[in-house]
């Protein structure tokens, strides 16, 4: 199934909703703009917390959690080297990595697990410039899969400002 997401969606205070390539609304991205740390809500139609997304205050390198029912489900991390492009590792609270790899600034870039591709993220599908999809397989933890994509983004948009 592919979401829509708006790009650079994180402007001060900005909340977002997420929907269907169908128009109908799934998530609401709730920024928190009062707190000490970037926060995020994912929140589904009716309003309930699905998860909590919130950027690490102290570490060596950009990190973001993502929380379901108050525990650490993910953390998203930059790879430290990658000489050509930019990487990030999802670790997984059951041990497992994600790996997302592409031309993330442009959001054209996918989510992988072991090998093999578990999400698609592009500009390409939308004549919308400020408008990103997410073409999620169906067998993965949506709401996860959605987070990690909110944090890749936010990280990126943060890196990107701190250069101008």
């Not at 698609?120 to 933890?141: A, E, L």
């Amino acid at each position: 199934m592919k979401y829509l997401l708006r790009d650079r969606m994180f402007s001060i205070g900005d909340d977002f909703w997420i929907t269907t390539e169908h128009g109908e609304k799934m998530f609401l991205v709730d920024a928190k703009i009062l707190r000490v740390a970037d926060t995020f809500e994912l929140k589904d139609q009716h309003g309930h917390k699905v998860a909590v997304i919130k950027k690490k205050l102290v570490s060596i390198r950009d990190a973001m959690k993502i929380e379901r029912e108050g525990e650490v489900i993910a953390t998203v991390k930059k790879k430290m080297f990658t000489p050509f492009r930019d990487k990030y590792a999802v670790e997984l609270a059951d041990g497992r990595e994600l790996e997302v790899h592409g031309n993330l600034l442009d959001h054209e870039f996918d989510i992988d697990e072991r090998g093999h591709r578990i999400a698609r993220v592009s500009r390409k599908w939308f004549s919308f410039r400020d408008t990103y999809g997410i073409d999620i397989h169906d067998d993965q933890d949506i709401p996860l899969v959605l987070c990690v994509a909110v944090c890749v983004d936010h990280m990126q948009a943060a890196e990107h400002q701190d250069r101008l």
